[in-house]
């Protein structure tokens, strides 16, 4: 029978939120040392806190697990701060377990990232960027015609230098923590989300972690209405089935 001190207190979740993902960029000229000759790419994966907030003190390690063709596939991270390194060609996916504190008694959280090195566009990002191409005065050298479409923004990088960016949020729910572990958990604030887009201040910018529940409110709106238009379909096309089957 546990210690009193540790029994889990009932109808109680305390959620701590955090990101985790992936940057990455082209080899330039200067290549890292012991990078094999086929790599294309620098990659860092991370698990941070929201803000670049500690997370070590509800945390006791971090273990993933890279694609079998690296040395030392399995890499465990126990300090602070959680992330790794490394150079590559390919997109694979990562296996990334998460331990708690002994005092937690909570299992390790698994789950996957997708390795991104590319970037990708959607379908309507694909169609403005050939609307602009049609939209801009054609010249006999193509070449000058590539020239003036780079500068448009001379701000901005050239393409094989602009780093490729996948970071996700999420929330680590701890539903009916024991004492002990709750008091871990209150032992610092919770790192919310800001309320609105307007809140994100030029930290969040600078640290790539631009999150707020208006954006996550409205992602969650274009899911639905995703989700409606799909339920729409399926039920348009089961009627012309039934149509179908009835003319027979």
């Known amino acids: 029978m546990a210690p ?16 985790y993902g992936n940057t990455a960029k082209k080899i330039g000229s200067i290549r890292p040392p012991n990078a094999p000759p086929e790599h294309t790419h620098i990659w860092k994966l991370f698990i941070k806190g ?5 997370i070590s003190y509800f945390i006791k390690k971090v273990v993933v697990k890279l694609h079998d063709t690296y040395p ?12 790794i390194t ?16 002994d005092s937690s008694n909570e299992k390790f959280l698994n789950f996957y990232h997708h390795l991104r090195l590319h970037p990708y566009k959607t379908p309507n990002q694909i169609a403005s960027t ?32 602009d780093i490729v960016s996948s ?36 930290k969040n910018i600078v640290n790539g972690t631009i999150f707020s ?17 799909v339920e729409k379909e399926i039920n348009e096309l089961k009627e012309k089935i039934k149509e179908r089957l009835a003319s027979k």
């Open 130 to 161: 050939e609307e602009a191409s049609t939209a801009t005065t054609t010249t006999e050298n193509s070449n000058n015609a590539t020239t003036k479409d780079e500068g448009k923004n001379d701000n901005s990088k050239k393409q094989d230098d």
């Open 86 to 101: 490394e150079t590559g060609w390919g997109e694979f996916e990562i296996n990334i377990k998460i331990y708690f504190i």
């Open 213 to 229: 529940k208006q954006l996550e409110s409205d992602e969650i709106d274009r899911i639905n209405l995703r989700i409606d238009t």
């Open 4 to 19: 009193p001190h540790n029994k889990r207190i009932k109808t109680l979740s305390v959620s701590r939120p955090f990101i």
């Open 167 to 202: 970071v996700i949020y999420d929330e680590i729910i701890f539903n009916e923590p024991n004492e002990t572990f709750l008091n871990v958990l209150l032992s610092k604030p919770g790192n919310y989300l800001p309320s609105n887009s307007e809140e994100i201040n030029e």
């Open 72 to 83: 030392n596939p399995i890499r465990t991270l126990e300090t602070p701060p959680f992330e």
């Open 50 to 54: 929201l803000n670049n907030d500690d």
